[in-house]
């Protein structure tokens, strides 16, 4: 098994609620269905990967840049649930974080002086 096999499943199915959002109309998905659907397909990724233990290893490192992605597709859309996802992100919930404005600004004060902007001769 592959990694392109286990998430195949969730990008087709994000790419079906891309199309969806974009093409509007009378097929919609709520917000509570979207989401169960979402964590179905996550949990299924979970267990086909802990199958093998090399997989489960590579699918660790993936599992947060993969909410990211999922958390940025769906909250960035024009589907009707979007500023709902947005405050309660995949991502966020996972790592217990907030969705504040001051933690999701970055501050120069945070990073180490090698990654400051050297001052002018």
């Known amino acids: 098994m592959t990694l392109l096999d286990l998430y195949e499943p969730l990008f087709q199915y994000i790419c079906v609620v891309n199309r969806i959002a974009h093409k509007g109309g009378p097929e919609t998905l709520e917000y509570g269905t979207l989401r169960a659907n979402i964590l179905a397909l996550l949990s299924s990724i ?23 992605f999922v958390d940025s597709m769906i909250a960035e ?15 966020f919930e996972k790592n217990n974080w907030r969705a504040t ?5 970055c501050s120069t004060k945070r990073w180490p002086m090698a990654a400051r902007k050297p001052p002018s001769a």
């Open 101 to 105: 404005k001051s933690s999701m600004t």
């Open 46 to 68: 979970k267990q086909r990967a802990d199958q093998e233990p090399l997989v489960a290893l590579q699918a660790g490192k993936l599992e947060l840049p993969v909410l990211f």
């Open 77 to 91: 859309s024009k589907l009707p649930g979007a500023s709902q996802w947005h405050q309660n992100r995949l991502a």
